[in-house]
């Protein structure tokens, strides 16, 4: 009897615990990917990138003489179907980590179970499973340093390599056609614009990482806060879709850090960001949408209003906050220390709640990920565990003279006021719907809030917060 291979976010075939326990079986190997309520819920950004992930990963599996069969619905019936059409005798999966995912995965496990089907998921997502890592008197841990020092020194074990014996079934099911689930309609025209700096597929990742490796490791710790340079791996987009493991990626740093690359230990700690993110959501689920600190639901922060739109539209004035905004709407990513800060100006500033903002990036980027995103919305916000001190509200001019003293970020997002503005910032204005009304030679606006003001407003509530719990 066939193996079902249930393909989720983990489109590649190297280091994949479940497709190498298949290929191992010596059955025949049926992939497939189902377009769930979850793939509906995507963000535009984030289902484009899927889709362009999924083409990619289909040819490369073709390429092995097999197939990827694609279906539309509900998890648990397309698998039963599947499994009443192949007569396969077991589905395997790669966790995910997100309470959604896990209600879902837990609830096809015991029907498929109950069936008599084996179901079984593996491990694949994070470097080490979130029950693996605990605190010295048991549970998990809440804070990233102690985190870090448990996994640091830890193996995670040897990347697997893709099996060459994917056995093909006698018969293949039908398979519905990627072009009609119109993975890139929401996208609009910013898919022609985003799709020069999407980075797609398990080859182009393991180049990425390598060129990463080579070219720019050595200076990563000083160089990744400067948002204009190409300073980091960028591989954010390809892990948020499992076109590599994290394993691959700390394996090969683990190896730069021998031969005395000197950047690598600060990579591998951001690395185990990305888990320590997943490690939180796991424990407890509640990071995705509520606050995480006890206390925090009576704070004063405003829900959706039109100055939060206008930090939307990347019109807020503020030249680093509006700069971060377009570069993610035209390219589908946003750099770190740009993030930190438009998430600071929104849940500060602007004094709204970090629910806008999460909701608004789950929306742009190609690398969205629910603990990552969550996280880092939470942490800027004050609301999350280890989060920033409260008192910490970065200034938006102060962190782009020391972030980007020669405006080359801003130059390169903001067209308004320069006379031979750069494409990257004029193709902003050819992503965003025509009905925003904006165009590259209107007068670039003034600021919603004045800095100092804004800061005052915000000190003054988050000292009561702060003082209440
Ligand atoms: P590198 O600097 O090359 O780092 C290597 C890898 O480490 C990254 O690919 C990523 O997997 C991991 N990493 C680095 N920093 C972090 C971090 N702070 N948190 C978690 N993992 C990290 N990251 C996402 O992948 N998806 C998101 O939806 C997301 N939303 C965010 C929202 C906010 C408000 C903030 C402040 C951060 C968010 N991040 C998110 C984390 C971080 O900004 C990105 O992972 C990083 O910018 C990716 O670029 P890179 O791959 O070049 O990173």
């Known amino acids: 009897a066939p193996v079902i291979i249930w393909f989720r976010r983990d489109l590649r075939l190297g280091d994949h615990a479940a497709l190498s326990a298949a290929a191992a079986t010596r059955r025949p190997v049926i992939p497939v990917f189902l377009h769930d309520e979850t793939v509906e819920a995507l963000g535009a950004a984030a289902k484009w990138r899927l889709g362009t992930g999924l083409r990619l990963f289909a040819e490369a599996l073709a390429k092995r003489g097999s197939r990827l069969v694609l279906r539309r619905g509900r998890a648990l019936d397309l698998l039963k179907a599947l499994v009443g059409e192949t007569g396969a005798g077991a589905v395997y999966w790669s966790r995910v980590y997100d309470p959604a995912g896990i209600t879902r995965d ?3 496990k015991a029907a498929l179970t109950a069936g008599g089907i084996e179901a079984k998921s593996f491990p694949g997502a994070v470097l080490f499973e979130p ?5 010295q008197s048991g549970g998990p841990y809440s804070v990233y340093s102690p985190f870090w020092r448990n996994i640091r020194g830890r193996d995670p074990g040897p990347a697997l390599d893709s099996p060459n014996n994917i056995k093909i079934p006698s018969q293949w099911p039908e398979s519905e056609d990627l072009s009609d689930w119109g993975m ?3 996208m609009n025209r910013g898919a022609a614009v985003a799709a020069g700096h999407a980075v797609v597929g398990e080859g182009a990742a393991q180049a990425r990482l390598e060129r990463f490796v080579e070219e720019r490791m050595t200076d990563y710790r000083e160089a990744r806060d400067i948002p204009a340079r190409d300073a980091t791996s960028g591989l954010s987009e390809n892990l948020a879709w499992g076109e590599i493991s994290a394993r691959s990626i700390w394996q090969r740093a683990i190896r730069a850090r021998e031969e005395g690359n000197t950047g690598a230990d600060k990579f591998l700690s951001e690395l185990g960001w990305r888990d320590f993110a997943c490690h939180l959501m796991y424990h407890h689920p509640k990071l995705a949408d509520e606050n995480w600190r006890d206390g925090w639901d009576s704070f004063p922060w405003r829900e959706d209003n039109d100055d939060a739109e ?3 539209r990347g019109m807020t004035g503020e ?3 509006d700069a971060a905004m377009r570069e993610m709407y035209v390219t589908g990513r946003m750099h770190n220390r740009a993030r930190m800060i438009a998430a600071s100006y929104l849940t500060k500033h602007l004094m709204t709640h970090w629910h806008v903002g999460l ?3 789950a929306e742009c980027l190609t690398d969205w990920d629910p603990a990552s995103n969550a996280m880092g919305w939470q942490w800027v916000a004050g609301s999350g565990p280890d989060a920033a001190p409260y ?3 970065f200034n938006p001019d102060t962190q782009a003279k020391k972030f980007d003293p020669r405006e080359d970020y801003r130059r390169a997002f903001i067209a308004e006021g320069q006379a031979d503005p750069p494409d990257t910032a004029l193709s902003y204005f050819d992503a965003i719907p ?6 590259a030679d209107q007068n670039y606006p003034e600021p919603i809030v004045d800095l100092a003001e804004g800061r005052a407003r915000a000190l003054d509530t988050y000292e009561r917060q702060s003082s209440n719990g």
Not at 131 to 135: F, K, L, P
């Open 131 to 135: 029950w693996t890592v605990e605190t």
């Open 310 to 312: 206008r930090w939307r």
């Open 359 to 361: 909701r608004w990036f």
């Open 319 to 321: 030249p680093f906050v």
């Open 391 to 393: 008192f910490r509200i």
């Open 184 to 186: 890139g309609e929401a």
């Open 434 to 439: 025509r009905s925003w009304g904006l165009s």
């Open 106 to 108: 837990k609830e096809v």
